[in-house]
């Protein structure tokens, strides 16, 4: 008898280690299907009142497909032009010339193009080997947000049962709150600072209209930093380059970014009452984005967030 049980508990193992293995390749997208199938759900919940269930995932999975997938296709596909323009020998050339004597006597213009020409073939040869594995995983992203908004209620029944506290309630109400300010808050806050920043530079002139606000975009998540980041030094780039008229469309549409959107609107969206940490949103954005990539400025600090709600919550329980 107590054989049989060791050897239940080896195939046991030695099946999960299997299963991990497999799903470990898309992992990233199966997290961002949970994420992007969150966003998506009250859309669900009243489709699902005029249709049936899956005529109502379908359509969910197709908004998110053309409201998402296409336009960040889209983004993509002109930050690797303008990538490329921007590592070209002859925009290497255009900048050399620009800088200050003393500069370009220590640095090799030779050496500078060399590099520039090595990027660009580094970047097509690894966006090639990416790309058979980037089509599948968005085939599992798409099928298992249809999947999820299906058993919306089975999977988060289970979640609760097994959560290792017993103030369930509590616990599914402060994790939902903390994913409805970093899911719905502060990525509406980067999605509308990423857009406007966008259309502002491209009116203006800017080189790198979507390179720039990108890193704003980005830059909506990390406390303390803010979007004058970018466009402040933007800013002086161009006053440096003699370029006034779009200087100043940088600073005009920095300062609506900045005070417009980064502050009034973003304390009009974001509860007053955050419980979310500086420190965690920091920490999970980087380190979410060196782990899970793309999504990781999102599931980083959910990750975090969720941790230390489950441990304080345990230890409450443990101390009373």
Request: proline share 4%; aromatic share 12%.
């Amino acid at each position: 008898m107590g054989d049989r049980k060791y050897t239940f508990w080896i195939i046991i193992a030695i099946l999960v280690v299997l299963s991990y293995l497999i799903i470990k390749p898309y992992f990233i997208a199966l997290i961002s299907s949970f994420i992007l199938a969150y966003l998506v759900k009250p859309v669900y919940n009243r489709l699902e009142k005029k249709m049936s269930p899956r005529g109502a995932a379908g359509i969910c999975v197709a908004i998110i497909t053309f409201l998402l997938i296409v336009p960040v296709s889209l983004i993509l596909s002109g930050l690797v032009q303008q990538t490329y323009q921007s590592v070209r020998p002859a925009a290497l050339i255009e900048i050399f010339n620009t800088l200050p004597k003393s500069i370009t006597q220590v640095v090799d213009l030779s050496t500078l193009i060399g590099k520039g020409t090595s990027l660009i073939l580094s970047f097509v040869q690894s966006a090639l080997t990416f790309l058979p594995g980037f089509l599948i995983s968005l085939l599992i992203c798409l099928f298992g947000i249809y999947y999820i908004l299906l058993e919306w209620e089975p999977l988060t029944e289970k979640i609760r049962s097994y959560l290792p506290v017993d103030n369930k309630e509590k616990v599914m109400k402060d994790i939902a709150q903390a994913t409805n300010e970093i899911v719905y808050g502060t990525t509406l806050v980067a999605i509308i600072e990423f857009v406007v920043s966008a259309i502002g530079f491209a009116i203006v002139g800017v080189d790198y209209y979507l390179l720039l606000p990108l890193l704003i975009f980005f830059s909506a998540f990390i406390p303390g930093v803010g979007a004058g980041a970018v466009w402040i030094p933007a800013a002086i780039v161009y006053l440096f380059l003699h370029q006034y008229i779009t200087a100043i469309g940088v600073i005009i549409t920095g300062i609506i970014v900045s005070i417009g959107i980064d502050t009034f609107f973003r304390n009009q969206i974001l509860s007053a009452k955050s419980k979310i940490h500086p420190m965690i949103m920091l920490v999970g954005v980087f380190g979410g984005l060196a782990i899970f990539g793309i999504f990781g400025f999102i599931i980083g600090p959910l990750v975090l967030v969720y941790t230390v709600e489950l441990i304080e919550q345990a230890i409450k329980e443990r101390s009373s």
